[in-house]
């Protein structure tokens, strides 16, 4: 028996979704891409959101089998709504992920984490063979943090010894991330603070350099990950091959 509550029924996203129609064109693209028997790793973000739309329409029109292990409640939620079978990395591997991100360099470095779920994020796609990232052209940079902070979880009783490292490691800005519809601190699914850390230039050690930091979890950097990049429906690096298999 279905549960009818209005979480379990009516699909909402959390905020409004800029630059829409230019999402909507990659998101059908990599929805093309499922194949039957698919294990599809989900990442956060509004363009995922829309791809798992337009997976739930084929899995409704073809009568299409898969499963997608989702990295946030709320595309856990989207799926219930949109009857797309889950599972778990605990129960099983991804054939392959698709993801957003916040920037993206001329070398497919990244920084994503605005929605907070970059610890799985990392995992997820470090566990699956081929790596799609979604964009729109918005989202393209020439050197990484010109446009967003780096994200950083970190285990709340480190807080402040995380920020003074931060400083050291010389970042120029360090804030905790409030919440918008709750008193206090963003509250991660791992019960997690965030930081979100400026620095005047990014140097490729700088992932690892902010992981070894005692009571980090995690950053929202991916610096030096093999990524198919979709911009818009058009494709940057080696992804053409996607294109062809549509």
Known sequence: MKWKTEAA????WSGEIINKNAKEKVARTIAKRVQKGDIVGVGSGSTSFLALKFIAE?????????????????????????????????????DWCFDG?????????LIKGRGGAMFKEKILLSASKERYILVDESKLVTSLGEKFP????????????????MVELGANESTLRLARNKD?????????????????????????????????????????YKVNVLVSNQLVSDGDSLLGEA
């Open 9 to 12: 029924s009516r699909l909402i």
């Open 150 to 165: 780096i994200p950083v979880e970190v285990f709340p009783q480190a807080i402040h010894y995380v920020q003074d490292v």
């Open 184 to 224: 206090g601190p963003v509250i991660t699914e791992n019960g997690n603070f965030i930081l979100d850390v400026r620095f005047p230039r990014i140097q490729p050690s700088l992932e690892k350099d902010i992981k070894l930091i005692p009571g980090v979890l995690e950053s929202g950097l991916f610096i030096g």
């Open 58 to 94: 084929r899995i409704r029109q073809e009568d299409l089998e898969m499963k997608a292990v989702p990295t946030s409640h709320e595309l856990s939620l989207a799926c219930t709504v949109l009857g797309i079978p889950t599972t778990s990395l605990m129960d099983q591997k991804p």
């Open 101 to 109: 991100a916040d920037e993206v360099d001329p070398a497919n470095n």
